[in-house]
């Protein structure tokens, strides 16, 4: 029972495993019989050992030699065995660090991190990303899953890349879903928007399946998905669609001394949004007296948030009630 128990561990090990197993058995085994065979050349069995390893590695340090015709006949035998194992040792090794690299790029290994990004879907939007997280968070790791990449080298983008499609509980569990810290679906603009909305609202459920208190950021680019992608469990809708639009009219609208698209990217990049309760010393105070308690402290008011209501940049004389939001802008 205990030999086929030993059997059933020593075959589920991996090859370099059972390799290095083999050559230690056979090694000893090759120190106790030259040890055996001339004690006085070979004092201890560890004596015999380390010839052993030294002459299968076809090292030969010399130090020890064995004297005698039998001894330099377990000599040959060594060569001929340990010899070829310890090369074919060194060449899967060799084989199996190439294999990772192939399966790592081809997407194929699982990740074993945690408290890490995930991003679905591939394009240029996701590339962008990946840049912007790598340079604000370069300790931050990154897992990407797509269907359609092929591969993708970890040289030219830090993410784990992860081959297949996120609406399985298999792929999501590749990605350790349940140990990640976020989650960001983008829309696939390859299809049309009903197809692209349907495959991001299947991929919000997958993913809320297998992690009830993550957040889910889903790319919505239809407004009628939008309720579905929320029933199905995102925690922020990015309308893509709305926002181009609103920016589309901002740069045909403008004065020719502005620069809309630009002065939003630049925001973006160099500051980051931030909601906070009303501060009470704020309370039943003034838009301007706000302004200048969040100056104070390195953030930029830029509006507040009253029962789901936004106002923009409001009169100066705006009085703030108890409970109202501060939108505020602040450094990363």
Not at 186 to 213: C, F, M, P, W
Not at 286 to 309: C, D, P, S
Request: charged share 20%; glycine share 6%.
């Amino acid at each position: 029972m205990y030999i086929r128990l030993l059997k059933h561990i020593y075959f589920r090990l991996p090859t370099a495993v059972k390799l290095l197993i083999t050559i230690f058995l056979l090694m000893s085994f090759f120190g106790l019989l030259i040890h055996l065979t001339e004690p006085a050349q070979f004092p201890s069995i560890f004596d015999g050992i380390w010839w052993a390893f030294v002459t299968g590695a076809t090292v030969g340090y010399g130090d020890y030699v064995p004297l005698t015709a039998t001894g330099r006949i377990i000599g040959i035998l060594l060569i001929l065995t340990g010899g070829g194992l310890l090369a074919f040792y060194i060449t899967s090794l060799s084989a199996a660090t190439v294999k990772r690299e192939q399966d790592l790029e081809y997407g194929r290994l699982p990740f074993r991190g945690s408290n890490h990004y995930i991003f679905i879907g591939w394009n240029e939007r996701t590339r962008q990303l990946i840049d912007i997280v790598a340079q604000k968070y370069p300790s931050m790791r990154m897992v990407l899953i797509d269907r359609t990449l092929r591969n993708i080298s970890f040289t030219d983008f830090p993410v784990h890349f992860i081959h297949g499609d996120a609406t399985e509980d298999s792929v999501l569990a590749k990605a350790n879903i349940a140990y990640a810290a976020r989650v960001l679906i983008s829309a696939d603009i390859a299809k049309n928007e009903r197809q692209a909305d349907n495959y991001t609202i299947l991929a919000t459920i997958a993913v809320r399946g297998n992690n009830k208190d993550i957040p889910i950021i889903a790319e919505i680019l239809s407004r009628i998905q939008i309720e579905n992608a929320l029933r199905a469990g995102a925690s922020t809708i990015i309308r893509s669609n709305d926002f181009m639009s609103g920016l589309f009219f901002h740069e045909l609208s403008h004065s020719k001394s502005a620069t809309p698209f630009e002065d939003v990217i630049q925001i973006l990049v160099q500051q980051q949004f931030s909601h906070i309760t009303l501060p009470v010393e704020c309370e039943n105070k003034t838009y301007q007296t706000a302004v200048n308690h969040l100056l104070a402290k390195g953030r930029l008011l830029i509006g507040i948030i009253r029962e789901n209501e936004h106002y923009i940049h409001p009169k100066a004389n705006f009085l703030l009630l108890k409970g109202d939001i501060l939108i505020s802008l602040t450094k990363w």
